[in-house]
């Protein structure tokens, strides 16, 4: 990774896990069984605190077409590319990410230039999830063979480095896969700031693990039991010590914090419901794990959402702080 690279910045720059937020942040799973569309009313309000709380990262999804029977979840609504770059605007510390773009279902010239634009709004706190995508429905609606969608996903990830890279005086970037080579003097503007976007493939989008390690900057994997969890890193670990190069792990999960801190452990749909001591234990543990980043939804959550982001801030952010990077450096 390049010394800016955001990806540092969420990849246990203190000596522990960081974590951070996923949008949209209202609590709309909490009373319509994971079908809700979000309010988002306060979505600029409630971002902006986030990242004033210091949580180390906003996380945004891809849902290009709401399908209300077979999955129900909106996502975040906005479209993607849009949002980041509003808050690119908005917030100044948190780096922004997707969990993830479905990149098979779009042309990845374009999604080349969306993400070095965001990159470089943002002053270089740009991640880049992506994903093979999982509803066949949105396939054809894009002129895009669902059964290729692996293939389609490599060849698009090619291109994303090609279009990022630098090319020689006079010359223009290489994409063999579209046609173009570099006597044709093309190139994608702007270039990212840290020289190439971090790229973090949200589960395996019909890859190897070892093809993962090798092509991507990180892996961003569905939340697990401990025990599960604890193979799942170990294997990975093993994974890109054979490429190479050790990667972060990252995780979402889905948090009902009770006001009670004494509540014990239960079962949600991707995550728990518990109090703030619970709560601080299973961080403790997914950080002896290994666990880089954990990224929280409170989707799920039966209080209000700027009540629950005050009290992450005061009672678990100072044990798990966000890298602070400082005006005249990017590291």
């Known amino acids: 990774m390049t010394p800016s690279n955001p990806l540092r910045r969420l990849d246990r720059p203190t000596g522990q896990l960081t974590v951070g937020i996923d949008l949209p942040l209202d609590n709309d799973f909490a009373s319509a069984r994971r079908r809700g569309v979000p309010d988002l009313a306060r979505h600029a309000e409630l971002a902006a605190l986030a990242d004033r ?27 993607t590319f849009t949002h980041l770059g509003h808050l690119a605007a908005t917030t100044t510390g948190a780096v922004l990410g997707t969990a993830a773009v479905a ?6 010239l374009l999604v080349a230039k969306a993400a070095a634009t965001v990159d470089a709004l943002s002053g270089g706190r740009f991640v880049l999830g992506i994903a093979s995508g999982d509803r066949p429905v949105e396939y054809p609606l894009f002129g895009v063979d669902f059964d290729q969608r692996d293939r389609i996903f490599r060849s698009a990830v090619d291109t994303l480095r090609a279009a990022w890279a630098t090319p020689a005086p006079g010359a223009g970037i290489s994409v063999p896969e579209l046609g173009v080579h570099p006597d044709l003097a093309l190139d994608v503007l ?39 969890l604890a193979g799942q890193i170990a294997q990975w670990r093993a994974t890109t010590d054979e490429a190479g190069t050790r990667k972060p792990y990252l995780m979402p999960m889905m948090l009902d914090l009770t006001e009670d801190r004494t509540t014990g452990p239960s079962p949600i749909f991707h995550g728990l419901r518990l109090g703030g001591e619970a709560f601080l234990e299973h961080l403790g543990r997914l950080d002896e794990l290994g666990v880089s980043h954990l990224s929280l939804s409170l989707r799920s959550s039966t209080r209000p959402v700027d009540e629950v982001l005050h009290e992450i801030a005061e009672t678990v952010l100072p044990q798990f702080p966000r890298h602070v990077v400082s005006t005249s450096t990017a590291s």
């Open 53 to 79: 709380l210091g949580f180390a990262a906003l996380w945004v999804r891809d849902v290009p077409v709401h399908d209300q029977v077979r999955f129900g979840d909106a996502g975040t609504v906005f479209e």
């Open 103 to 108: 990149l098979p279902l779009r042309n990845p």
């Open 190 to 228: 702007p270039k990212p700031v840290g020289g190439t976007v971090p790229l973090v493939v949200a589960g395996r989008a019909r890859q190897s693990l070892e093809w993962i390690a090798r092509h991507a900057d990180g892996w961003f994997n569905y939340p697990r039991d401990v025990a599960s």
